[in-house]
Nanobody, 127 residues
Framework: QAQLVESGGGLVQGGGSLRLSCAVSGRTLSGFTMAWFRQASGKEREFVATIIRNSVTTLYADSVKGRLTITRDNAKNTVYLQMDSLKPEDTAVYYC????????????????????WGQGTQVTVSS
């Protein structure tokens, strides 16, 4: 079984930056498609970004394109989410997710496409 642990969340002013990390243990990261989701208070969990196991193909939610960047370091078994130009509406708990199976890229926006989840890290952006 894989374990996913997020870190790097915190409080930041609007326009600022944060980098989230997701450390994977128990399985080799190179065999996983990885993603970030977020859940704001009182709202459903929503897709943010995904990176396929080839480390080249990525997919982003329209709301974060050009501001958030997902990357992975298979040697370190870690996935990152670089968050720039942050807005108050980015405030949420951010979750790392992983999946070892091959699936259509479009399906990667769904929470049901991932079998492994971290515990989440809070990101708060002040105005």
């Amino acid at each position: 079984q894989a374990q996913l642990v997020e870190s790097g969340g915190g409080l930041v002013q609007g326009g600022g930056s944060l980098r989230l990390s997701c450390a994977v243990s128990g399985r080799t990261l190179s065999g996983f498609t990885m993603a970030w989701f977020r859940q704001a208070s009182g709202k459903e969990r929503e897709f943010v970004a995904t990176i396929i196991r080839n480390s080249v193909t990525t997919l982003y939610a329209d709301s974060v394109k050009g501001r958030l960047t997902i990357t992975r370091d298979n040697a370190k078994n870690t996935v990152y989410l670089q968050m720039d130009s942050l807005k108050p509406e980015d405030t949420a708990v951010y979750y790392c997710a992983g999946d070892p199976y091959l699936r259509p890229l479009g399906s990667r926006r769904a929470t049901t496409s991932y079998g492994y989840w971290g515990q989440g890290t809070q990101v708060t952006v002040s105005s």
